[in-house]
Structure formats: C-alpha cells, structure tokens
C-alpha cells in the first residue's frame, strides 16, 4: 500500500455521551477492584466487592446494557492492570461477573416493590461465589472436598452483599431527581 491509500483508509470513531459514562463509570469500578486487590484478605477469596456497587448503581440508573459494559470492562481491564489477564484470577472473576450479571438480568423482572437493591445486591453476590466455586470444583480443584468452603463463601455472600446493596440504595436515593446523568 501506498501512503497515501493508507491515509485515505483511516478510520474515525466519535465517541458518544454514552460512550464517555461508561468510561468514568468502568475507572470508578477499576480504581475500587484496584484498591481491593491490595487490601489484604483474612481468608483468600473473600473480598468486599465494592466494584458491584457501581454495577448495581448503572444498572437502575441507567439500564442492563451500561451495567453489563461496566462490569465486563472492570473484569478485563483490572486483571490487565493486576497482572493476571488470562489467569485462573481472572477466569473466575470473569465467572462471576457473568453470572452475576445473568441473575440481575433475571432479577430485573421481579416487583421492585419487594426486591430492591439490597436483594438484588445479595442475589448477584450468591451468584458470583456460586459461579467461582464451579470454576473452582470443575477446574482447579476437582475435587467434593471444595463443598466445605460453600458456608464460609455464602456468608461473605449474604454480609457484603447487604451492605453492598445499603450502599447501593442510599446512593440511589441521594441522586434521585438531581439531573446528573453520572
């Protein structure tokens, strides 16, 4: 190729409004999946989850799209910056963001009326531990003894789920009717 077929097939991208939330958004849930992978952990595996507030808040925010962009571009670029793109780190982040994600999908249909975000919050929690413990038992530790770990990461669960959701709600009362579109 010439150079100046080369400069006649440059491509252009407009980044839109949309484009640019869900950028500060992702870099919020980075920075705070950044920080907790330097806190040390009591017990391996069990960490707040702080990035899932910023999930759960785009998600009734805004809507499911955003909030599945967010989750999955903290999953990536975070075990990029971490070090372990690639890794067993990161297949089980990345499993449970999915299937978090599945179950707030699903958990979007119930009466908001009785599940707010404090049970969704609880809900995607048992699904991430849920679907990192699979991983866990059909890949890296193939073996019934993996069970015994389910109480101790359900309880982790149900705890930073609550209060990720009790975070979650008072965010959203806060900016309800503020005009703020991030």
């Not at 999953?75 to 599945?102: D, E, H, K, R, Y």
């Not at 995607?124 to 991983?135: E, M, N, R, T, W």
């Not at 530790?141 to 009790?166: D, E, Q, R, S, T």
């Amino acid at each position: 190729m010439t150079r100046s077929t080369i400069e006649d097939a440059r491509v252009e991208i407009t980044a839109t409004r949309d484009d640019h939330r869900v950028a500060r958004l992702a870099a919020l849930a980075i920075m705070l999946h950044l920080i907790e992978a330097v806190i040390p952990s009591p017990l391996p595996g069990v960490k707040p989850g702080a990035a899932n507030i910023v999930t759960l808040y785009v998600l009734y925010r805004f809507d499911f799209a955003t909030a599945a962009w967010v989750s999955l571009l903290r999953v990536v670029a975070g075990s990029l910056l971490l070090g372990n793109f690639l890794s067993p780190a990161f297949a089980l982040s990345l499993t449970g963001a999915l299937c978090s994600l599945l179950i707030l999908r699903g958990a979007m249909l119930l009466p908001r009326r009785w599940f707010g975000a404090i049970s969704l919050s609880v809900f995607a929690a048992f699904a991430h531990i849920a679907g990192q413990l699979l991983v866990v038992r059909l890949w890296l530790i193939p073996h019934a003894g993996v069970a015994y770990l389910i109480p101790v990461f359900a309880a982790a669960a149900l705890f930073f789920g609550a209060i990720n959701g009790l975070i979650t709600a008072r965010l959203l009362r806060e900016n309800v009717g503020d005009g703020r579109d991030s």
